[in-house]
C-alpha cells in the first residue's frame, strides 16, 4: 500500500524489489523494446556478484518482469556479470556483450546470444563457449576493464566496440575491431584516452545528425558532414555522465572531440543520474537514453523497504540546433499516462507570491511551465567569482531572494510549504548579456534527517531577451526529473518526503524574487500508474 510504500515510482520503471543499478543492453528487435539491468536478486544493496534481470515492454510505459537473463555461473563470469550492450546484427540477430569477472577476478569481455529468435520476449540467453572473446590487457588493472558499448559496423564490414578503462588514472576508452565477432584485436591507440579523469565506466559512443532531431542508427555507414559523434563517459570519480560531441573518423580510427574533458565539460543531467546508455530505435526513429537513479537516503532505510534504485524516465536525445550540446527530452509515450489536464495562459506571478497548482495529483505528475520577464536590465550583476552553478545554487537556496528569481516550481510541498522541492531559476547580467542559472534545492525536501539533501544546479544556454525560461518536471513519489530550456539542461534527484506524500502532496508556481514574471503558459497533468507486472510462469 502507498503508504507503506510511499517512495515506489507510478511511472519510472521499477523491479518489484531489491537492488538495480545500470541500465544494460537496452534495444528494440521486432518492436518489443528490451531493458536488461544490473540486479542483485538476495537483497537491496549492491553487490559486485551482479545478475542481470530483463523486462520487456511495447511501448516503452508498461513493463514486463520476465526471469533473470544471467547469472554468474561460468568460469568466465563466475565473480559477476556487469554491464554490457546490445547489438541488432544484420539479418536482424540481437547478440549481447557484457563484462564478466573470472575465476582470477579479472574484468573480461563476454558474449551471448537469444538462444530462440522465435521467442518474442527473447526470454533466454546462450553464453558463447569460447568466452571470454577478449580478455585483460597485460598493462591494465584487472578491475579496470568493463562495460563494453554497442558495437558497429565500418564500411569494410569489420565491427567495432569501445571498452572502458584507466591506467595511472588517465581515463581510456580502448577501441577493439573484429571481422567474425568471436575474435577481437585492440587497435594501437584507444579511440580516446585523458590524463588524471580515473576509470571510463559504461562508455557510449553514439552518431547524431547535425540538422535533424530523429535518431541515428549506430551502425550507419559512410557518416559523411551530417553527423558528429557523441562520446558519453562515467567519470566513476566523480559518479558524473559527462560527453563530448566531435568527430569519429572510421579510415583513421580516430575521434576529436570539439572540447576538452574537465570539471566544467557539459553533462547529460545536472543531479543523480549515472551510468546511462543510450539504444537507436528503429520503430521511431530515434536515440533514446536512460541512466541509472540511485537512493539518497540511508542504507537502513534502504534495507527497511527493501529496494534500491529506479530508471529514469526514457529520454529521446538529439543535437541543439547550434551543435555544441545535446537536447533531451522525455520520449512522447508519456502521454499514454496523462489524465486531468490544467492549464492556463498569460498570469502574472507578482514579486514574493506563489500560485497553488490545484486538480491534479501533485505527487504523480507531468507539469511544463514557461516565463517571460520583462524589464530585463534590472537583473542583478552575476559575482563573477561565481563560477561553479552548483555553488551558486546551493548558496542561493530557494529562500533566498533575488530580483529576477528564484522563480519555478514547488514540487512535493506540504500544506504549510515546510517540505518543498524548489526547482527554480535566477536571471543575471553578465557581461551586458543575460546568464539563466538553474537550481534543484532539495534542502526542504524532507523532515526526515539522515538524508543527503544536496542541490544542484546548472546554466542554461538560453537567451532570456528571446527566449521563454521552461521548465518542465516530472513528479514521481521520490523522484523529480526537471528539463530546463526544451532539454537543454536537465536535473535529477531523489526525495523522501514526509508530509508531501500521495494525496497530500501538492504544487506550486512561486516567485521568490522581487521583480514579477509572468507565466505565460502553464500545463500539468496527473499522470496514471503504469503497469510493471512479473510474468506469470
Ligand atoms: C557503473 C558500474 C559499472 C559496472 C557496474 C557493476 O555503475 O560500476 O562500471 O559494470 O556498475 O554493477
Not at 580478455?135 to 559496423?153: A, G, H, K, N, Y
Not at 517571460?372 to 550583476?381: G, P, Q, R, S
Request: net charge negative; with cysteine; proline share 6%.
Amino acid at each position: 500500500a502507498t503508504s507503506e510504500q510511499p517512495y515506489r515510482t507510478a511511472f519510472h520503471f521499477q523491479p518489484p524489489q531489491n537492488w538495480m543499478n545500470d541500465p544494460n543492453g537496452p534495444m528494440c528487435y521486432n518492436g518489443v523494446y528490451h531493458l536488461f539491468y544490473q540486479y542483485n536478486p538476495f537483497g537491496p544493496l549492491w553487490n559486485l556478484r551482479m545478475y542481470w534481470a530483463h523486462s520487456v515492454s511495447h511501448d516503452l510505459i508498461n513493463w514486463i518482469h520476465l526471469d533473470l537473463a544471467f547469472a554468474p555461473t561460468e568460469p568466465f563470469d563466475i565473480n559477476g556479470c556487469l554491464s554490457g550492450s546490445a547489438t541488432v546484427l544484420p539479418g536482424n540477430k540481437p547478440i549481447m556483450l557484457y563484462t564478466g569477472i573470472d575465476t582470477e577476478n579479472r574484468q573480461v569481455q563476454n558474449l551471448a546470444v537469444p538462444k530462440d529468435l522465435s521467442d518474442p520476449y527473447l526470454r533466454e540467453w546462450v553464453k558463447h563457449t569460447g568466452n571470454p572473446i577478449i580478455s585483460l590487457p597485460e598493462e591494465i588493472q584487472p578491475d579496470d576493464f568493463r562495460d563494453p558499448t554497442t558495437t558497429w559496423l565500418e564500411e569494410d564490414g569489420t565491427w567495432r566496440l569501445l571498452v572502458g578503462s584507466q591506467k595511472d588514472k588517465t581515463g581510456i576508452a580502448f577501441l577493439y575491431h573484429s571481422g567474425d565477432f568471436v575474435n577481437w584485436t585492440k587497435s594501437d591507440s584507444p579511440l580516446h584516452k585523458v590524463s588524471g579523469t580515473g576509470m571510463w565506466e559504461c562508455v557510449d559512443f553514439f552518431p547524431v545528425w547535425v540538422d535533424s532531431t530523429n535518431g541515428v542508427d549506430t551502425s550507419i555507414i559512410n557518416p559523411s558532414n551530417r553527423v558528429k559523434h557523441v562520446l558519453k563517459l562515467g567519470i566513476q570519480d566523480h559518479g558524473k555522465d559527462c560527453y563530448l560531441i566531435g568527430k569519429y573518423s572510421a579510415d583513421k580510427e580516430n575521434y576529436v572531440p570539439e572540447d576538452e574533458l574537465t570539471l566544467s565539460t557539459l553533462r547529460l543531467d545536472y543531479g543523480m543520474y549515472y551510468a546511462s546508455k543510450s539504444f537507436f530505435d528503429p520503430v521511431k526513429n530515434r536515440r533514446i537514453m536512460t541512466a541509472w537513479v540511485n537512493e539518497s537516503d540511508s542504507e537502513a532505510d534502504v534495507i527497511a523497504r527493501g529496494w534500491s534504485g529506479v530508471q529514469s524516465f526514457p529520454r529521446s536525445l538529439w543535437l541543439d540546433k547550434n551543435q555544441k550540446q545535446l537536447l533531451q527530452w522525455p520520449i512522447e509515450e508519456i502521454e499514454m499516462l496523462h489524465q486531468n489536464e490544467v492549464s492556463f495562459h498569460n498570469k502574472k506571478l507578482d514579486g514574493g507570491s506563489s500560485l497553488e497548482v490545484l486538480g491534479i495529483t501533485a505527487s504523480q505528475a507531468d507539469v511544463k511551465i514557461s516565463f517571460k520577464l520583462a524589464n530585463l536590465e534590472e537583473a542583478e550583476e552575476l559575482d563573477p567569482s561565481w563560477v561553479d552553478p552548483q555553488l551558486i545554487c546551493s548558496e542561493n537556496d530557494a529562500s533566498k531572494k533575488g530580483k529576477f528569481g528564484p522563480f519555478g516550481l514547488l514540487a512535493l510541498a506540504s500544506s504549510d510549504l515546510r517540505e518543498q522541492t524548489a526547482i527554480f531559476f535566477r536571471v543575471f547580467r553578465k557581461n551586458g548579456r543575460y546568464v539563466v542559472l538553474m537550481c534543484s534545492d532539495q534542502s526542504r525536501s524532507s523532515m526526515k534527517n539522515g538524508i543527503e539533501k544536496r542541490t544542484y544546479g546548472a546554466f542554461v544556454d538560453i537567451d532570456p531577451q528571446q527566449d521563454e525560461i521552461s521548465l518542465r518536471t516530472l513528479i514521481d513519489h521520490s523522484i523529480v526529473e526537471s528539463f530546463g530550456g526544451r532539454g537543454k539542461t536537465c536535473i535529477t534527484t531523489r526525495v523522501y518526503p514526509t508530509l508531501a506524500i500521495g494525496e497530500q502532496a501538492r504544487l506550486f508556481a512561486f516567485n521568490h524574487g522581487t521583480e514579477s514574471v509572468e507565466i505565460s503558459e502553464l500545463s500539468a497533468w496527473s499522470m496514471k500508474k503504469a503497469q510493471m507486472k512479473v510474468e506469470e510462469p
